[in-house]
């Protein structure tokens, strides 16, 4: 599953904030810039009127008119009024679209108290301040462009400052490995410095528990050699008194069945706990199936069992001896201790199939010593793959005895 990018998320919430802050800006500096020139001009018009609405008090009629240069004036009782001048019937500062232009004019009681005056811009009057506008526009888009480009760089500069130290956490979370040294948690945060100490926490407690397992299987395996030789000398000098009768002879054949079995398991747990290089000589696993199955004979005699073999007399693997009969010891021995009617084993190249009917609930298919877990494990040393399932009443165990990394399964 594909995460997103803790990096390109950050960039981009910076970079969208950049855009955004650009755009705010630049409507804030238009909104200015429009109350700007909306002042000016009103401003203008005002003192225009002003000045008009003296000199009539002053002359009467005889006034002057405002500036016909700049401006266009109407008096309500003088007529002429344009058409669309005639909705706007109360006192104040106006701005009107006319086709392409912006008209913008003042309506104000005219001085001799009858009527309204309208005082308007001529055509492009009103345009004076453009020059300005647009250097406005040029210099808000270059403020604004570095703003823009100021938030990229310290958006680049935040996100290395979170991302680095994540980044080599990361790295170190890959690292976590028994074989591999204590890191020195050196992270700049002191949230990061909690996680690196946890981390380091966990690892050394995994490498105890790790060294442990392998001391005690290594210690367990030399322990259990002495004894177990002692009950292989016992068992064979029982084996050669005369007379015997037949329980014990019998007992002493399950001795020393038992005491080969011990051995077998000493030897694999040896293996198992072994970090130098192992010798995998290549063995033949057809006929070590037919010995298992001979060996495990006395399980066919509490029920009828068909086994049904198929099985590649040329099938060889490269793997320890002792590994290998475990692994095919407690597949069988799983078969036939759960199997109802038949059991089907094909050998095909380095893949062996064993299926079986079977009543017994998933939880309840242990096998031989624990189970599937050592098989789990010899295949973990060996670079193999097991695989089962229980479908429809039939349990299938399928082990894939090549190693699909040699220099992994040579060197554990």
Known sequence: MSLPSLRHR????????????????????IEVEHKMEELSLRHWLEAEMTRYSDDWLRLGSAAAAPSPRQFSSYWTDA???????????????????????????????????????YLVFNDDADDYLDVYEDQLHVVTRLIGLALLLGCLGFGVWLVRLITMPLQRLQQRVGHLTPDQADF??????????????????????VAAVFAREQEFSRFASHELRTP?????????????????????????????????????LTETFLLLGRKEVVEYPPQQVAPLIRQELT???????????????????????????????????????????YAEGHIDIRLCGSVLTISNPTLAQPDQILGY???????????????????????NGVFSAQLAMSSANPSKAIKD
Not at 84 to 112: A, C, I, M, N
């Open 10 to 29: 950050l960039i981009l919430v910076l970079g969208g904030a950049g855009v955004v802050l650009l755009v705010l800006l630049s409507g804030l500096m």
């Open 79 to 117: 007529g002429h009024l344009p058409q669309w001048l005639k909705p706007y019937l109360t006192p104040g500062f106006f701005e009107h679209q006319l086709g392409d232009e912006d008209k913008h004019f003042l309506v104000r009681p005219h001085p001799s108290g009858a009527g309204l005056i």
């Open 184 to 205: 020195i948690p050196d992270a700049p945060w002191q949230e990061l410095r909690d996680i690196e100490l946890a981390l380091l926490a966990g690892k050394q407690e």
């Open 228 to 264: 177990n030789m002692v009950i292989l000398g016992s068992a064979a000098l029982l084996g050669k008194i005369d007379g015997l009768p037949a329980p014990a002879v019998r007992a002493t054949a399950r001795i020393r069945a038992a005491a080969d079995e011990m051995a077998l």
């Open 295 to 337: 060996r495990l004979a006395p399980l066919l005699l509490r029920e009828m069992v068909d086994i049904r073999l198929q099985l590649d007399d040329d099938s060889d693997v490269a793997a320890p001896l002792a590994l290998l009969a475990i692994a095919l010891g407690n597949l069988l021995k799983n078969a036939l201790s």
């Open 369 to 391: 010593g624990c189970g599937l877990t050592i098989i789990q494990r010899i295949c973990e040393k060996l670079g193999w793959q097991i695989n089962t399932r229980l479908e």
